[in-house]
């Protein structure tokens, strides 16, 4: 049964990081961004290996060194990249080359690395979702590309399949919690530079600390891993897909939470989002052994 249940557990990660978004524009006005994505890895991390080492289920005989160093610096790209593409570029053409290029990129890699190719149902939802992207975020500002900021984005896209990919090699060999909690404390490492780099001491707010704990804890700790527990069950490509519902939930808040606006065009892209989803949910290669998981043999 927890098969069937591992696409709601990676819907319920990407519900989780869509609150990002909020919580960011509830920081504090002097938080940069980058500074909060390495505050958020670094309380997520923490958090992580604190539940772990409680709970006694640290594994670290035969741990796989090279799978997780590549694991956690994926991890840690993601955060600068992202942000960095969002600030040159803008949030519209920066997150939906970013959040849009991760489900291709993932398939691509798949394709790649483990000589299977997704099948049409994840094409049909994939192409769904991306188009409802697409239309939810195009109208929320004018349009700026830069190349740089496209190159950023793509790459930050590249991070997070990289680290999918990666990461289900992982969870079929060592519980999920083993697995986020080593991953994020060395992401976290690797991002710490940028604690020092920034100014820090909007932390010590009361508004500081709440975001950074929602951030770390819900956001990062407890989304990866539901993330990782359906990773056991669900494809790389497939895992992607379904975390474009963080993007519809993060327009959903900004909605209800935010006082922001949609227009017809942006609630047409919730409704393809939400139909692309539902497309690969309702299939029977959502989940399952690798065979009815839309994988079709190289």
């Known amino acids: 049964m927890k098969d069937k249940w591992a696409p709601f557990f990676i819907l319920l990660a990407a519900v989780l990081w869509g609150t990002t978004g909020t919580s960011q524009a509830l920081a504090p006005e002097e938080a940069h961004p980058i500074a909060i994505g390495a505050a958020r890895l670094a309380a997520g991390g923490l958090f992580l290996l604190c539940i772990v080492l409680l709970s006694g289920k640290l594994n670290y005989k035969n741990w796989p060194i090279k799978t997780t160093i590549l694991a956690s610096v994926c991890m840690a790209l993601y955060q600068p990249l992202f942000f960095t593409a969002v600030t040159i570029t803008g949030v519209a053409i920066g997150t939906v080359t970013a959040i849009g290029s991760a489900p291709i990129l993932s398939g691509f890699l798949e394709w790649i690395y483990l000589k299977k190719r997704p099948g049409t149902m994840w094409w049909c939802s994939t192409l769904l979702s991306i188009l409802g992207c697409l239309m939810l975020f195009v109208n929320k500002e004018s349009v700026y590309i830069d190349p740089v900021g496209i190159l950023m984005a793509l790459g930050a896209g590249l991070s997070f399949a990289g680290y999918t990919l990666v990461s289900r090699d992982l969870v079929e060999r060592y519980s999920s ?26 932390i010590t707010s009361v508004r500081g600390v709440s975001v950074s704990l929602h951030l770390g804890i819900m956001a990062t700790g407890i989304a990866y891993f539901l993330f990782a527990k359906g990773l056991v069950h669900v494809s790389s490509s497939t895992a992607v897909t379904l975390a474009l519902a963080e993007p519809l939930t993060a327009a959903l808040l900004g909605v209800f939470l935010l006082g922001e606006s949609l227009n017809i065009t942006s609630w047409l892209g919730i409704f393809l989002l939400l139909l692309g989803i539902g497309v690969l949910i309702g299939s029977p290669k959502s989940s399952g052994s690798e065979k009815e998981l839309g994988m079709v043999q190289k």
């Open 177 to 202: 919690l083993s697995v986020v909690a080593v991953v994020f404390t060395l992401s976290a490492i690797w991002l710490s530079p940028f604690l020092f780099v920034f100014d820090m001491s909007w």
